[in-house]
């Protein structure tokens, strides 16, 4: 789901205006990074603090740099917005980025040491449906990930299961976008809003894939979301954080020892204007359905001095790495931004 605001986002605009915006927003976007490079570029979210020497303290975590990526992929016309899943694949050594317009970028980040430097383009591919053809309307809206087979040892093997809002479905697709197989309609997804569904998605060792509402469904409790098996098995309560707003945009499996219980590292997004944009981290444990014990890990708000976005992506890399990544809602006033981080003392 976009974060929407009145001022900012197109969708909340009158038809009309939104129809005319939409329709030059390619141009726009040309012309305001006109002479600009148009390659990735280093960046931060310390924001305007940072350039006075006074950078914002991330407790609980240490960032290990942060990229913003050009409106389109050098020498093309290929979009490169919208960004709402990641996904690594361990076995190709790959990210594989989607897009909430039906589109799947396949990259590989970059390291100078423990610092992420850059991001090369590999690929990209629209999502097709079993005619061949892009998707289209309701069925685009591509908001989850995760990559299957991923950590097998088989090279070219991998699948990648993404989640869908206005339709609510998972469903399986090649690295070059054909779809395989029927899609996956979970129980699990019962109550959820058009635009805020399974926005979250992971494998999460010794409970197999696990998808999360961004919001409480239909009857909950209007601060705690749902979390279940794909396979319909299980379900868990999971309590957003305080913040106003705030919503559950993804997820990524935590390393545990054998006599811990199943966690995941959960991503929130809190956009509600006029109170501050604010990105939180917390660990959650699986405890028995329906139980969760959540830590909170830290707490990132504009109103502190970071410079934040959308942030819907997230995917756990080797080294004890995470990438998040940020939604620009195709708005030249957002940036599409890759950011990595370790959780301390990891």
């Not at 990209?124 to 809206?141: F, M, Q, Y």
């Not at 279940?228 to 305080?242: E, G, R």
């Amino acid at each position: 789901m976009k974060a929407t605001s009145r001022l900012t986002t197109p969708r909340a605009w009158p038809g009309h205006l939104r129809s005319l915006i939409m329709a030059y927003s390619p141009a726009i976007l040309l012309w305001t990074l006109a002479g600009c490079s148009q390659q990735v570029q280093p960046s931060t979210l310390a924001g305007a603090n940072a350039i006075r020497g006074a950078e914002p303290e991330a407790t609980g975590i240490e960032m290990c740099g942060t990229l913003k990526l050009p409106g389109h992929w050098p020498g093309t016309d290929i979009s490169l917005g919208g960004l709402s899943a990641a996904g690594w694949d361990n076995d190709e050594q790959v990210l594989y980025l989607v897009s909430d317009r039906g589109r799947l970028h396949v990259t590989r980040p970059v390291f100078d040491g423990d610092k992420l430097t850059d991001l090369e383009m590999l690929d990209s591919a629209p999502l097709l449906d079993t005619h061949g053809n892009p998707l289209r309307g309701k069925d685009v809206d591509a908001e989850s990930l995760v990559v299957l087979h991923a950590n097998d040892g088989t090279p070219g093997n991998s699948e990648l299961l993404v989640g869908f809002e206005q339709d609510h479905r998972l469903q399986s697709f090649m690295p070059d976008g054909q779809p395989v197989g029927d899609p996956l309609r979970p129980q699990g997804v019962q109550g959820a809003s058009a635009n805020a569904a399974m926005e979250a998605l992971a494998e999460i060792p010794g409970l197999g894939i696990i998808a999360g509402l961004e919001s409480p469904p239909e009857g909950a409790d209007d601060k705690v979301t749902r979390l279940f098996t794909i396979d319909d098995q299980q379900q868990w309560h999971y309590p957003l954080s305080s913040a106003v707003g705030s919503a559950l945009t993804d997820m990524a499996p935590l390393p545990t020892r054998p006599e811990e219980p199943p966690a995941a590292l959960m991503l929130e997004r809190a956009y509600a204007p006029p109170h501050p944009l604010v990105i939180s981290l917390s660990k959650a444990e699986l405890l028995a359905p329906p139980n969760t014990r959540v830590t909170r890990i830290t707490r990132l708000s504009s109103s502190e001095g970071w410079r934040l976005d959308n942030m819907e992506g997230l995917a756990a890399l080797p080294n004890s790495r995470f990438l998040m990544v940020s939604d620009d809602n195709f708005s030249v006033l957002q940036r599409s931004l890759v950011t990595c981080f370790r959780l301390a003392g990891s």
